[in-house]
């Protein structure tokens, strides 16, 4: 097998899979309180499709698989497609990210169908806080989500991922890194990224890892980092002085990690993206529709990976917006 590389050498070993647009929260960095217009279903790869490619990418080296969205959990029988990836040989990691709204009735059957890792996004835990952010009275069922994933310890790690923006996210940093230490979640924060369909991110609204590093060794002393993972991880680790509970920061703007990259994206109606903030996409749903091979779509894979984009430009004054939102292109 020829591994998968872009121009600059970087192999390319993650791949997320959007199975929807369609979300059931309106999160003010993501998309507009009306929502947005959703793809119509025949537009939107089949569970047979996701699949498919899905088994073309491992062939081609691709080891972990992500489902996103949108959120992926409003699709119907999601285990049922975790089910089918899970069987593919060569895949080492499965996971899924979700708002963990449909957790309580979900956790059991996505652990029985092979899921592997997950992340729940949860950005504060305040209720009314949680109202301003999402538009929606959903923190207990939340919280009531990733209570029921401790029941399925195959599932592990549980990340909760949140978002941090500054003069909303300081005063619950605290709050986060009890619940690092009482739970077995590892909290990761994720500075905010020019993804919103409102157009109002500003670089100003970013609260870096940096930053609420310290807010937590104010309180904790000195973090202990976690080192000898792998070289194209997103996250800065971190274990407690005590060795108690783990957080973790994801840092896109104020220190890019562009240059270990090993991600590609395919969105839910199958445009092959080599970047989270590229302007180009790769159509992959002629290819499955149209009577490709196999092999032709592996060619067309392998053409848009070696043309991935070196870095994102958010910091060098070459950046422009990508039009699409993250619901659109997939977490």
Known sequence: MTVLT?????????????????????CVYCMPAEGLPWLPKA?????????????????????????????????????ELVRMLHAIPGLRSLSLTTNGTRLPQLAAPLAAAGLTRINVSLDTLIPHKFFQLTRRDALDSVLAGLAALEAFPQITPIKVNAVAMRGFTEDEVLAFAALARRKPYVIRWIEFMPLDADGIWRKEDILTGAEILAIIEAQYGPMVRI????????????????????????????????????????????????????????????????????????????????????KHHINDGQFTRTQRSMSMIGG
């Open 6 to 26: 872009d121009s600059y050498g970087r192999r390319i070993k993650s791949m997320r899979l959007s199975i929807t647009d369609r979300c059931n929260f309106r």
């Open 43 to 79: 537009d939107i790869l089949t569970y047979e499709e996701l699949a498919r490619v899905a088994r073309v990418a491992v062939g081609m080296g691709v080891e972990q698989l992500r489902l996103t969205g949108g959120e992926p959990l409003v699709r119907r029988d999601v285990p």
């Open 227 to 310: 080192t000898g993972g792998d070289a194209a991880e997103t996250a800065r680790r971190y274990r407690f002085p005590d060795g108690v509970g783990e957080v973790g920061f994801i840092n896109p703007v104020s220190e890019p990690f562009c240059a270990t990259c090993d991600r590609i994206r395919l969105t839910a109606e199958g445009g092959l993206r080599t970047c989270l903030f590229s302007h180009e996409e790769t159509d992959l749903r002629a290819t499955l529709r149209d009577g490709g091979s196999d092999d032709d779509l592996a060619a067309a894979i392998r053409a848009a990976v070696w043309h991935k984009e070196l």
